[in-house]
């Protein structure tokens, strides 16, 4: 009796580390398929599109500015022109 429940406890430890085994293998092949179709994804996203932003206009035609973050924010005015314009009021 004491063999039988002995051999029952030996395979079922089996079957575990079996399946144990199985799932690791499983877990593994997915996640090394979905980091190949992310890095397909980000290839094909980089080298389809230029670098730059894009949004919609009001008549929902999308405009593309290619321009980068520095030359977008550069001020259009020289450094001796202001913004404010000094005026006389006339009557």
């Known amino acids: 009796m004491d063999f039988i429940l002995k051999s029952?406890?030996?395979?079922?430890l089996s079957v575990l580390f079996v399946s144990l085994?199985?799932?690791l293998l499983?877990?593994?092949?997915?996640?090394?398929?979905?980091?190949?179709?992310?890095?397909q994804f980000n290839n094909a996203t980089t080298s389809s599109a230029p670098k730059g932003s894009q949004r919609a206009g009001k008549t929902g035609e999308v405009i593309i500015d290619s321009r980068t973050s520095e030359r977008m924010n550069q001020k259009?005015?020289?450094?001796?022109?202001?913004?404010?314009?000094?005026f006389t009021e006339e009557k």
């Open 26 to 39: 499983t877990f593994r092949r997915i996640i090394k398929s979905v980091r190949q179709t992310i890095r």
């Open 8 to 12: 029952i406890g030996v395979l079922l």
């Open 21 to 23: 085994i199985a799932f």
């Open 76 to 86: 259009i005015f020289e450094q001796n022109e202001g913004e404010y314009v000094d």
